[in-house]
């Protein structure tokens, strides 16, 4: 398997090398230009690195094109002090959205939020949206137009990948070495292989991204894509709008993932080229392909929702939001199956809007208020119930209907407690019935 | 530098993530004694106890998921300097060198090794043992992870690498970036360079 550390010392150090004597403080090279036969993740890394070409196992040191961050800022500033840093390398490159505890619940997290705002008023960092402004931050990113089509983005969440959905290189790091790209603005980074995942075909009703990913991990594995980089295309990857792109994205994380892209649209965005090298190319046809649920406590345990129906498993908790599924569309999606309806007694739903302006169409086009009426409890815009550590925490044994992105051991609460993954119509489905449900079997 | 490393095999199995290292609701504090009490909570009542006598030995994919540095924090705050497995996620993997928990691949180790084997690590010769008979060959890490390891971590090294920039940039205004008394990068061993 290759890795950071061990592909170079197994391909024989060949085609290794550092393009730098420093590692993080590099001068500038020539500006680069495309070459033909270059995935996209290799145009924009070469371009982020002054290069002229670089190629898969190249370790390059990289500027850095926006950094986000979320609560985790406030552990970046440790690390910044220590590194002798006084000052950001660029607080116009800097965006960063609480999402984690919106709003705060603890004495440690307000702790957090109250550093992270003295930190982004010292800094200037004029990217900043606090309670009620933002929401989750790579949704915020992504309205605010700061994900552009050939960026490099670094951010302190695993789900940065999520950016991909503009044509960018979105990767997560760590606090330490986001404290690293604070203080220089660069980062080194191998050159990841590209897997690439074609759609085809033409979905039937109630699928959605989510479902085409949950296919696609129950299909390849865990860590198929660890230290790759995952390039969605075909007609079925075209035939989609950016929310459902950025779901695509989001999840090629839980392919162990470095980045998750779709080629930008416009003039100058970097596409792979026709010869362009990939370590596999995968074809799905999502033609036929029915709701899909990923069963604990792993994303491999794929199986179409309606053979999981069968067990006739009770929820107590269903959960509609996150990254992965809390945009317009899919609250839409939820309300179309709930609308008029109570959902079932023994069910709790809960509602995160991914973010304020989501909330607020959302608002306007009266999807919160009839999946209100419907005895959903509303929360606010943020990470929500996907991470456990804030809201809709599961008590032991409870099983929750999620459309976040993972469904560890404990992910969501108790370690006894099981997470169910899915798409926001078979979320709301299993909210109505009480039980695991598939929206086809409505 | 240190690099020889022995220790009782707390054994795990494939795909063990961040959430089962660390889970989220301890993700609001950063004091790594309390992070260090919560390692592998959602397992503990299964695995025998965790301290600098002991290392992880892991499968596939080891600390997949969450980019949470919590998750090596937690478990270098047992004592623990090195972790192995048969690959690590890669958001882990970078995490553990830039704090200074070294990361070891070792192909083969998941099946040879169980709960409480004794696994030798020698870093300068290469090799991993079982119970003292039965060894494994490891990897060099390349040089720009050997560069961040022998610096001690990536503060050690980006705080070098201002300081020199600051000295050539303006000498008499390297004032800013001066050292500060509070270090955190803890050393910790490496591969041969």
Not at chain 1, 235 to 255: F, H, I, K
């Amino acid at each position: 398997m290759a890795t950071e550390a061990s592909s170079c010392a197994r391909s024989g150090c060949g085609r290794f090398r550092i393009a730098h004597a420093n590692l993080f403080l590099s001068p500038d090279n020539a500006a680069a230009t495309d070459m033909p036969g270059s995935t996209i993740s290799e145009k924009i890394l070469a371009r982020a690195s002054g290069m002229a070409e670089v190629k898969t196992g190249d370790v390059v040191t990289a500027r850095v094109g926006l950094a986000t961050a979320h609560d985790a800022c406030a552990k970046v500033l440790g690390p910044f002090e220590r590194m002798g840093a006084a000052r950001v390398w660029d607080p116009e490159k800097i965006a960063i959205s609480l999402d984690h505890w919106a709003p705060a619940t603890t004495g440690a997290a307000a702790s957090l939020h109250a550093k992270t705002r003295r930190f982004v008023k010292e800094q200037g960092i004029r990217h900043f949206y606090d309670l009620g402004r933002g929401g989750v931050c790579h949704q915020v990113v992504m309205e605010e137009g700061l994900a552009r089509p050939g960026l490099l983005i670094l951010g302190t969440d695993s789900h940065t990948t999520t950016l991909g959905a503009a044509g960018a290189f979105a990767a997560g790091i760590g606090v330490t070495e986001m404290a690293a790209v604070f203080a220089t603005g660069r980062i080194w980074l191998k050159v990841p292989p590209t897997v690439r995942i074609t759609l085809s075909g033409k979905p039937d009703k109630f699928i959605c991204a989510k479902d085409y990913i949950l296919h696609i991990i129950g299909k390849l594995g865990r860590d198929s894509a660890a230290y790759k980089a995952v390039e969605f295309c075909g007609p079925a990857v075209d035939a989609l709008g950016l929310s459902q792109r950025m779901t695509l994205c989001n999840m090629s994380a839980e392919m162990g993932a470095k980045a998750g892209i779709v080629a930008g649209k416009g003039k100058g965005a970097p596409a792979s080229d026709d010869d362009a090298r990939f370590e596999s190319v995968n074809d799905f046809n999502i033609g036929g392909l029915t709701p899909q649920v990923a069963c604990p406590p792993s994303l491999e345990n794929v199986q179409p929702a309606s053979t999981v129906a069968r067990k006739r498993i009770p929820v107590d908790q269903a959960f509609i939001g996150s990254c992965t599924n809390g945009r317009l569309e899919d609250l839409q999606a939820a309300e179309s199956i709930l609308r008029g309806e109570k959902i079932h007694p023994r069910t709790r739903l809960l509602v995160s809007p991914a973010s304020q302006r989501v909330y607020r169409q959302a608002l306007k086009a009266g999807i919160i208020s009839s999946l209100a009426e419907s005895g959903a409890a509303v929360l606010g815009p943020g990470c929500a119930a996907c991470f456990g550590g804030h809201v809709g925490i599961l008590a032991p044994r409870e099983v929750c209907v999620s459309t976040g992105n993972r469904n560890f051991t404990g992910r969501m609460g108790d370690a006894s407690s099981r997470v169910y993954l899915a798409s926001p119509a078979v979320a709301a489905a299993s909210a109505l019935y009480g039980e695991i449900t598939s929206p086809e079997d409505i | 530098m240190k690099t020889k490393y022995r220790g009782t095999a707390i054994a795990l199995g494939d795909h063990v993530d961040t959430d089962t290292i660390l889970p989220g609701k301890y993700l609001a504090t950063m004091d790594p004694a309390i992070l260090a009490a919560h390692c592998l909570e959602p397992i503990r009542g299964r695995l025998p106890p965790l301290s600098k006598n002991t290392v992880i030995v892991a499968g596939r994919n080891f600390g997949c998921g969450s980019s949470r540095e919590g998750a090596p924090v937690s478990i270098l705050g047992n004592g623990m300097k090195i972790v192995i497995a048969e690959s690590f996620a890669r958001i882990f993997y970078r995490n553990a060198v830039n704090i200074g928990l070294l990361p070891i691949e070792c192909s083969g180790i998941r099946r040879a090794a169980k709960n409480g084997d004794m696994v030798e690590t020698d870093l300068a010769a290469l090799n991993l043992t079982v119970n003292g008979k039965r060894s494994f060959p490891l990897l060099p890490p390349p040089p720009h992870i050997q560069r961040i390891i022998s610096a001690g971590g990536l503060v050690p090294l980006v705080k070098k690498e201002l300081l020199a920039a600051s000295r050539v940039s303006r000498s008499g205004r390297a004032k800013r970036n001066k050292p500060q008394k509070h270090n955190s990068g803890q050393k910790v061993g490496g591969a041969r360079p």
